[in-house]
């Protein structure tokens, strides 16, 4: 079979396994998790054995030290895979929750009830723990997944479907629902792309340069998670010392990722006793200040800020801080340069709370709380799949609920329509 | 300005112009609601006079009597578009409502908002009232809407338009959040369905061709609604009367629209007494029946029915009608010929009346109640914007919530990530 064909084959096959899949029991459903927690466990030699290859070949080609350190498997990283899956056995079944019930005039008894989107492909990069982790949470939506990771990692990511799929096979659940494609070749992502026919969603988890490729080419609605570029803004009536510890957090506590602060906004009321304190302090902490003229006049370590500061996602110690004329100012510059990421303001004032909460609409928003908290573990989703930065199909931090839509369901005795 | 640049605009200002909208309080949409419903009324001679254009253009292409009764716009269909956007005005506004929120170990409260999608644009056919409809829908919910229309019913579109956007000029509100793309083009839908940038959604409305053509082009998430191949299942357990009810309404009482029933399934055990009852019945109403063997046992005026006919979206007075072993036949079939639209199970068996409800995943599921309550209004959403057969972003029958998304809100007291 050519790779088309194969592809073409694995997601048929993935369709019609999503038919038994989306019928599981929930205690199925989790034992099977329990068990491939398990079985990882006691394969841990195998998978580092096949692990091994990958990182031979990734020397061979040259992959930097970092790229080799995502790749490498060990006891450690093996034993987090299993405990990740535990953690989503241990999650509450999304599938089959009536989320509403109402009655209609005539008696009609109409809700809406939770049900597995599908098949579900996953596309992403060199991290072979992804085919674990995110295995795990579309199966305990009830849905089939199919998951094509860097090819990088292809060894160890066939490896750890096949011990995932031995317990799906013990189970009496069809291994279809488990693929991982077996094509290190860009022509197997393309062919993927296209079968809109049998998958319903597609979440790349990678860099902009992934999901921008991945959006370009496939004819599947796709997750789409651009970049972070969060603010904070620190209004007149802020606690400085809260506005310090957050304003912290949200830089330094881990730069990289994408909810971490890249823009501070300070009220220009507080301009003079706020910024030196707080330029201060991250100075200190090593991070690179660079600010409009009224930044500057009250931190001159600070370089000046251009047009491209307000864009920049910079994921290291590099802040750009301008000063506001008020909360509308702040607003008017979070929806000229945001990302529809993630934003908090530090306030004292209950109308600025409320205004903030209300009219900024990225995915997330806070009010006195530091921006690292847009996560799915730490909002109380449990484990996070993705998270997406356009507004359909989910926006924001995306747990097992949104591997689900709704379909209505309506208990009647007998009526028809008029 | 070429075309593609005129529509880029368009879309810019749109997506301008929602920022606006997503902040207008309730009361100002629904006040604006209502004054636009006068001004239709006040408005109907010139209404009249610029439909009268397209019905002069329609006969002079040819057009059919049926399409040109449908373009056609008098005292009564205006008046009807004005009640239309007046039902809209006292719908429950969804913008700003908090669907949940939870309290987290450090407590932050975190909970869900409904917000707009933001731009919404709207690609569909002949009739002239979908125009005041849909912008009705999609500025309730907050958003900006671009309408396209069908080309032979440019001069009625535009009219409509101009007469709500003078009470929006009125109002205060921008302009921009309500446009109808002024050229009859097929190049105008084709660089609409390219604004990603600006464009949030597409829906289109009409036949499946539309359909097919709008999602091929379009690099913006569509919801898509093909076809509905209903089905009904009579369960050995059902009440004869209250199945013949069901099954008479489902598919006489408006069979060209989508909800109605195309296939009926019946349970081997009741074959010999429910059917001849049910095909008389049928025949009476000009019904013309196509069954499998069994059926036509004990239905002789059916005729075979072909693979095709299990596939048929008949729109008319033409039922397939087949006999199934038992529960699990009756959803085999469903899963493999229906189109995730709408099924209904008639039976007094609870056990088989809540498996049908889980294990049939089309967007509305029924128990003994016809399958024409698939309709936003019957279902109590109020208007519907349309109804969607695949699972993103919405599934089923759409109202005015399908035109948000949510966002995280959190409220801290000052809480930084550990």
Chains 1, 2 share one sequence.
Not at 36 to 55: F, S, V
Not at 83 to 90: F, H, K, P, T, W
Not at 200 to 213: C, K, M, T, V
């Amino acid at each position: 079979m050519t790779i088309v064909a194969q592809i073409r084959t694995i997601a048929a096959d993935a369709r019609q396994a999503a038919i038994a899949m989306a019928k599981l029991p929930t205690t199925a459903k989790n034992d099977l998790l329990m068990a491939m927690a398990m079985a990882l466990i006691n394969d841990t030699p195998q998978l580092i054995d096949e692990n091994r290859k990958d990182l031979e070949a990734g020397e061979k080609k040259g992959l930097s030290s970092a790229m080799l350190d995502r790749l490498m498997l060990d006891e450690t990283r093996i034993k987090a895979m299993a405990d990740g899956l535990r953690e989503v056995a241990n999650l509450p079944d999304p599938v089959g929750e009536v989320t509403r019930m109402w009655k209609r005039p005539n008696n009609l008894m109409v809700g809406k009830m939770r049900i597995p989107l599908g098949v579900i492909g996953i596309i992403y990069e060199a991290r072979p723990n992804v085919t674990a982790d995110a295995a795990a949470l579309c199966l305990k939506a009830g849905n089939s997944v199919i998951l094509r990771g860097g090819s990088e990692a292809i060894h160890s990511n066939l490896a750890i479907a096949r011990i995932l799929g031995r317990e799906m096979e013990r189970a009496g659940i069809p291994q279809a629902a488990l693929s991982v494609i077996p094509f290190p070749e860009r022509e197997g992502v393309l062919e993927m792309l296209k079968q809109e026919e049998f998958i319903d969603l597609i979440i790349p988890r990678g860099g902009e340069s992934l999901i921008r490729f991945v959006v370009e080419h496939s004819k599947i609605p796709v997750i789409k998670h651009y970049k972070g570029v969060c603010h904070i803004f620190v209004d007149s009536s802020a606690d400085f010392d809260m506005a310090e510890r957050i304003v912290v957090n949200a830089k330094v506590q881990r730069p990289g990722v994408c909810n971490s602060l890249e823009t501070l906004l300070i009220h220009k009321d507080v301009a003079e006793t706020f910024i030196p304190r707080i330029a201060q302090t991250l100075t200190d902490l090593k991070v690179e200040l660079r600010g409009d003229d009224c930044v500057r006049e009250f931190a001159p370590q600070a370089t000046p800020a251009t047009e491209e500061d307000w864009q920049a996602e910079y994921l290291e110690l590099i802040l750009a801080v301008r000063v506001v004329d008020d909360l509308d100012d702040a607003i008017n510059h979070i929806n000229a340069y945001g990302s529809l990421h993630t934003e908090a303001i530090v306030t004292g004032d209950y109308h600025n709370s409320q205004r903030f909460i209300r009219e900024v609409n990225s995915s997330t928003v806070l009010v006195n709380a530091s921006t690292r908290f847009a996560d799915g573990n730490q909002l109380g989703l449990g484990a996070e799949i993705g998270i997406s930065t356009t507004k359909l199909h989910s926006f924001g931090p995306m747990g097992l609920e949104d591997l689900t839509t709704t379909k209505f369901i309506v208990y009647g005795d007998g009526q028809i329509r008029q």
